[in-house]
């Protein structure tokens, strides 16, 4: 469906975990786990809870199943680079809205290959983003790691707070057949695993400022 997450990306990132020795599981929509009508992975062992997905800046177009099409054995297209927004979400009732808006700030030298030089956080009515800004570890982290844009965003309606990593990745479409083509999907260029520790550090500070959700 136009401007939904393909289940191939799902599927692919939840293998890209399993490789890493992570315990992903995802949950469907209807799931009570999850936020309502939306598909995620749940990640044990994490300080965030769930991950969902959004296109950055839209949809693409993505084919695949069988079509009738030209006599070709072979055929592969590469999409490209497709920004997606990843929602690493940390659950709980938010206290104070304000005090949960951060944004990452970036400083960079160089016109063509720009090399990022330094990170400030910005934002909020409390004192999170000083609090990001004092840890120098995760600072070190993200310029290590080049884990950019970031930004928190709280999210009241659903008893969580979303903190945002926008990363491009790559869908390669391979076709086969002669006369009917069966298309299959893989995703490639997930976010570096160190992303997720980069997030736990957050995910730490973001909690502080909520309230564990009740059963």
Known sequence: ???LIPSEVFRDL?????QAGLNPEILE???PETIPGEK???VRGRKFDLVVLKFAGGSIGFGRGA???PTIGFQQQNLGPTNINFNYIVKGVINEDDALKAELKTKTEGLISKKLVDVQWEG???PLAGQLNGDIELKDAIMKSNVIPLKIEP???NNCVHIINEH???MIITRSGVIIQKAETRVENFPPLATLDVIDKIATYVRGYMTPLTI
């Not at 939840?14 to 399993?18: D, K, L, N, V």
């Open 29 to 31: 929509p209807d799931s």
């Open 155 to 157: 999210d009241k309606k």
């Open 168 to 170: 491009s990745v790559r």
């Open 40 to 42: 995620s992975i749940k």
């Open 124 to 126: 909020g009515g409390g």
């Open 14 to 18: 939840t293998a890209y975990y399993q």
């Open 1 to 3: 469906m136009f401007g």
């Open 67 to 69: 079509t009738i099409g």
